[in-house]
Nanobody
């Protein structure tokens, strides 16, 4: 069993940066892929980024490519999402998730095993 807790959300001006963290409990976290999703008010949940269990491969949604960076530190059981050049349209609740095959994630199949409760990111114009 893996529990995920996100932190690092907040209010930032357009063009600014934030780093989200996802702290995991359970020793199996280091062996499973993880991803970030987001959900803006009135919109469906959107895939943001994924990273393999080793950190060796990453994949991004088109809307964040070149601005966001996903990473993980398995020694700390923590995943990260560095968000730069933030835009008002990045405003959303950001969720950390783990599980699923990487090949599924990059094909748009998001059958994640574990989810956090989310952290709110608000980008003002």
């Amino acid at each position: 069993q893996v529990q995920l807790v996100e932190s690092g959300g907040g209010l930032v001006q357009a063009g600014g940066s934030l780093r989200l963290s996802c702290i995991a409990s359970g020793r199996t976290f280091r062996f499973i892929n993880m991803a970030w999703f987001r959900q803006a008010p009135g919109k469906e949940r959107e895939f943001v980024a994924a990273v393999t269990w080793s950190g060796g491969s990453t994949y991004y949604g088109d809307s964040v490519k070149g601005r966001f960076t996903i990473s993980r530190d398995n020694a700390k059981n923590t995943g990260y999402l560095q968000m730069n050049s933030l835009k008002p349209e990045d405003t959303a609740v950001y969720y950390c998730a783990a599980g699923a095959q990487y090949s599924d994630l990059i094909r748009g199949r998001y059958d994640m095993d574990y989810w956090g409760k989310g952290t709110l990111v608000t980008v003002s114009s």
